[in-house]
């Protein structure tokens, strides 16, 4: 068998396996191997990925499924592996923070994973604390001997001196035995409060475990007694209970101590009624579907039949048959939905990428469209100014100032965009500049008039189909239709336009105009301002 051995140091800790496997061992040194492994990566990959290789490789949620209250222990589980998801999606980036993180919510009493909903069928195991609030057809209250309250004080509060005294290693304050017996009272009081909200949590019906002798005194659901034990004088007689079987036995104790029998104190099985109005059932335990003591608790399986090895082959071989068709078929799925169904980029990458590919002309599909370029820079170096960072300056003082601006608007745009941009007051006034050489030119009072007639468009977003099926998207600097003709006019501020460069913003122009034109029917022309 091979042993395991602990190596490195206290941070650096492992599981080695050394000597000869023994084959009855054989699936401990397999046990021993998924922890070896998981516990070597658990740095290198998810926290919720090493709970979800654990689950999968130790096949632990049929284990879980097969224990009582299987479903909810399974939930539970699962539950730890979306607290896994939330630790990382919250910064965490070690397993052993999130194991420290998972005691401290352990401790802190959170609440289990709901496994049905409030409206679904189906029995839920709660605290009173937690049905507050809720209402159900069926209650059944548990745990007949949990005390009502403490006999003696653990702590005394004082909310307005903003005191609280606490006994601590059995030591108590002198405070605390001063206002025992108040403490103690309000204990009380806050059991009979629990009691209550227990017992009105039930709509159609309430199951109250109960001694037929006499009341336990104590217990938490003593405060019902009154409502429950009728008159002793009428305690030995019985009305019978409509919609319940007919009871025999006039004993509503299944056992007692050297087979004592029932005495004038014991409640008779049947419908009590109540001065108030109201009937109470007491169960014979002897009854069919009565009290079953040491019962063996079910497993959580429903289907039997489906475990069970005397099945016969052509019913396995069915079920392998339709696993493998699922199987076949999520594969399918997955290969399918890995592949992107739409293919998206944007009017640059689109004119790089169409540029670069020498073998693929994308610009045939294109319409033929008229193309010019206008100079109209001032000659300067503009990169020192902040380069594309300039250019997004110029885009945007275009975009928002009128065509008829001033030097005064002109600036406060330019500057306000300058700030959020991070320019100097060089970049200011250069795009001031580059403005309005735009704006005094023809194209910019020829997109004026056409902005009075409101045929104009500034910073629009367009899309252009290929014929392929993929999806160019890109935003146009400044289109105007004049006399049923579309011009489209990209501006550019590069310091110098290489032929390929140029090359590659008649491509983007000519997307632009493609679009324009699918878009309105009319002819377009297109031209490149170099600013």
């Known amino acids: 068998f091979r042993i395991p051995r602990v190596l490195g140091g206290n941070s650096g800790q492992e599981l080695e396996l050394s000597g000869d496997e023994i084959a009855h061992l054989t699936p401990i040194a397999d046990a021993l191997r998924i922890l070896r492994e998981l516990h070597r990566q658990r740095n290198y990959r998810p926290v919720a990925d090493t709970i979800a ?34 630790y990382e999606a919250s910064g965490g980036i070690s397993f052993r ?21 409030e409206s679904s069928d189906g029995v839920r195991l709660m605290t009173v604390h937690k049905a507050k609030g809720l209402e159900f057809p069926v209650v059944i209250l548990a745990d007949l001997t949990c005390r009502l309250s403490r006999d003696d004080a653990s702590r005394y509060t004082d909310v307005s001196r903003g005191f609280c005294a606490l006994k601590l290693s059995g030591w108590a304050p002198h ?10 009272a309000r204990d009380r009081a806050e059991g009979v409060r629990i009691a209550y909200v227990a017992a009105t949590r039930a709509r159609d019906l309430l199951v ?13 659901l003593s405060p019902l007694s009154r409502a429950l034990y009728p008159e002793l004088a009428s305690r030995r007689s019985a009305a019978r209970a409509e919609g319940c079987p007919s009871f025999t036995s006039k004993d509503s104790v299944l056992e007692r101590p050297n087979d004592e029998p029932a005495s004038i104190r014991t409640v008779c099985p049947g419908a009590h009624l109540f001065a108030a109005g109201y009937a109470v059932v007491w169960w014979d335990p002897t009854s069919a579907g009565g009290l079953t003591l040491d019962a063996t608790a079910p497993l959580g399986v429903r289907r039997h039949d489906l475990i069970v090895k005397d099945v016969p082959r052509d019913v396995v071989a069915d079920g392998r048959a339709n696993y493998d068709r699922w199987k ?36 045939a599909e294109l319409p033929s469209v008229p193309l010019a370029i206008v100079d109209l820079s001032s000659g300067d170096a503009v990169m020192h100014v902040g380069g594309a960072a300039y250019g997004l300056l110029v885009h945007a003082v275009l975009a928002k100032v009128p065509f ?28 001031v500049e580059a403005a309005k050489r735009l704006l005094g030119h023809d194209l910019g009072r020829r997109a004026g008039a056409a902005q009075a007639r409101r ?19 890109g935003i146009v600097d400044l289109a105007f239709e004049e006399q049923g003709v579309w011009h489209v006019v990209d501006f550019k501020t590069d310091r110098e336009i290489d032929e390929a460069s140029e090359e590659r913003y008649r491509r983007q122009v000519a997307l632009y105009a493609s679009a324009i034109a699918r878009a309105t029917g009319m002819p377009v022309t297109g ?5």
């Open 175 to 184: 405070e605390l035995h001063l206002h025992e017996a108040e403490e103690v």
């Open 208 to 220: 109250v475990p109960a001694v037929g002798d006499e009341p336990w005194e104590g217990g938490w």
């Open 53 to 86: 290789r654990l689950l999968e490789t130790t096949r632990a949620h049929i284990g879980f499924i097969l224990r009582p209250a299987g479903e909810q222990v399974l939930a539970n589980v699962l539950h730890v592996a979306e607290l896994a998801r939330q």
């Open 527 to 531: 031209t490149i301002v170099k600013l």
């Open 404 to 431: 008829d601006a001033d030097d005064c608007v002109l600036t406060a745009a330019a500057d306000a965009e300058a700030r959020m941009l991070g320019l100097t007051d060089d970049a200011v006034r250069m795009s």
């Open 455 to 473: 045929r104009c468009r500034r910073e629009t977003a367009v899309t252009c189909t290929m014929r392929d099926g993929h999806l160019v998207e």
């Open 97 to 117: 923070g999130f194991i420290d993180e998972l005691k401290m919510a352990a401790e802190s009493e959170g609440a289990e994973a709901p496994i049905l909903e």
């Open 328 to 363: 076949l078929s999520r594969h399918e799925a997955v290969a399918s939905g890995s592949v992107p169904s739409l293919g998206v980029s944007t009017a640059r990458e689109w004119a790089a990428e169409s540029a670069a590919d020498e073998e693929q002309d994308a610009v």
